[in-house]
Antibody, heavy 126, light 110 residues
Framework: QEPLQESGPGLVKPSETLSLTCSVSGGSINSFFWSWIRQPPGKGLEWIGH???????NYNPSLKSRVAMSIDTSKNQVSLKLNSVTAADTAVYFC????????????????????WGQGTLVTVSS | QSVLTQPPSASGTPGQRVTISCSGSNSNIGRNAVNWYQQLPGTAPKLLIY???QRPSAVPDRFSGSKSGTSASLAVSGLQSEDEADYYCAAWDDSLNGVLFGGGTKLTVL
């Protein structure tokens, strides 16, 4: 079983909300930041944001008004919601484990991503 | 448009040494660690270099990273056909309070 697995609808209508889940297997979901990163077809990577079990989040300023991330520790899942989607939100969405934190000390840098999920393609179209 | 600037392409022949640059500013590379990611065709990216020049244990020592001022570089020595991939640099930006990725460099092995 892959350590990270994204799931959710592959097709979302314009103006609606994109909702994805990342299922985490193995390890403690409480000890790491968890990130979402997307990649439009044929283009580069874009960081969407990251979240910690305590509720701490940071979002890409360009998406901040539309995005929300959360962690369900009982299900070992990380969720992403992006509202008011347009065709520009069509992309492969990846979840990735990020920096390790313990006792209020974080190790590695916020740009540390590994492992990654395999990614899931979300198309925004009517 | 990425604030971290990479050349869109790079190439080399088998056995050669190739470098890929990543240029930023004081708010990102100048103050924070640079990581590099390798994305083979059709797959998810993989961590290649972290904290400027550290390699995860599974990454061959043909890959090396360096940083000077507001620029960073990834070097691939002894180029192999399986190194053909897209390479991305990434750094935290203190002004944006977020992670920036470079635009990516497509490495072709001739």
């Amino acid at each position: 079983q892959e350590p990270l697995q994204e799931s959710g609808p592959g097709l979302v209508k314009p103006s609606e909300t994109l909702s994805l889940t990342c299922s985490v297997s193995g390890g403690s979901i409480n000890s790491f930041f968890w990130s979402w990163i997307r990649q439009p077809p044929g283009k580069g990577l874009e960081w969407i944001g990251h979240t910690f079990y305590s509720g701490t989040t940071n979002y890409n300023p360009s998406l901040k008004s539309r995005v929300a991330m959360s962690i369900d520790t009982s299900k070992n899942q990380v969720s992403l919601k992006l509202n008011s989607v347009t065709a520009a939100d069509t992309a492969v969405y990846f979840c990735a484990r990020s920096r390790y934190c313990s006792n209020n000390i974080c190790y590695d840098s916020p740009n540390y991503f590994g492992p990654w999920g395999q990614g899931t393609l979300v198309t925004v179209s009517s | 448009q990425s604030v971290l600037t990479q050349p869109p392409s790079a190439s080399g022949t088998p056995g050669q040494r190739v470098t890929i640059s990543c240029s930023g500013s004081n708010s990102n590379i100048g103050r924070n660690a640079v990581n590099w990611y390798q994305q083979l065709p059709g797959t998810a990216p993989k961590l290649l270099i972290y904290t400027n020049n550290q390699r995860p244990s599974a990454v061959p020592d043909r890959f090396s990273g360096s940083k000077s001022g507001t620029s960073a570089s990834l070097a691939v020595s002894g180029l192999q056909s399986e190194d053909e991939a897209d390479y991305y640099c990434a750094a935290w930006d203190d002004s944006l309070n977020g992670v920036l990725f470079g635009g990516g460099t497509k490495l072709t092995v001739l």
